[in-house]
């Protein structure tokens, strides 16, 4: 079992930045890789950035390149997306998802545990 809680989310003026932090326990960290998805209302949750258990492959959604990066610490447990140049389109809850493989996907079915969201809001 993997727990993943997190934070980071909040408010911001388009332009602006946030960066996104998602606590993970319970399993081998480096042997999971993990993925952020959003999700808006009335739409489908969507992949933004996936990172391999061993940061050697990462995955971008064509709307967040150039604008968000995705990082993993293995020690802290912990994976990050730095957000900049925030548009109101990027408002969504925010997910953190893990999978027990090194090895990642962009299939949200691919993804076995979740955390509870974060609300990201990007005023215009």
């Known amino acids: 079992q993997v727990q993943l809680v997190e934070s980071g989310g909040g408010l911001v003026q388009a332009g602006g930045s946030l960066r996104l932090s998602c606590a993970a326990s319970g399993r081998t960290f480096s042997g999971q890789s993990m993925g952020w998805f959003r999700q808006a209302p009335g739409k489908h949750r969507e992949l933004v950035a996936a990172?391999?258990?061993?940061?050697?492959?990462?995955y971008y959604a064509d709307s967040v390149k150039g604008r968000f990066t995705i990082s993993r610490d293995n020690i802290k447990n912990t994976v990050y997306l730095q957000m900049n140049s925030l548009k109101p389109e990027d408002t969504a809850v925010y997910y953190c998802a893990a999978r027990p493989f090194t090895s990642l996907t962009i299939a949200a079915s691919g993804y076995d545990y979740w955390g509870q969201g974060t609300q990201v809001t990007v005023s215009s």
């Open positions: 990172i391999a258990g061993s940061r050697d492959n990462t």
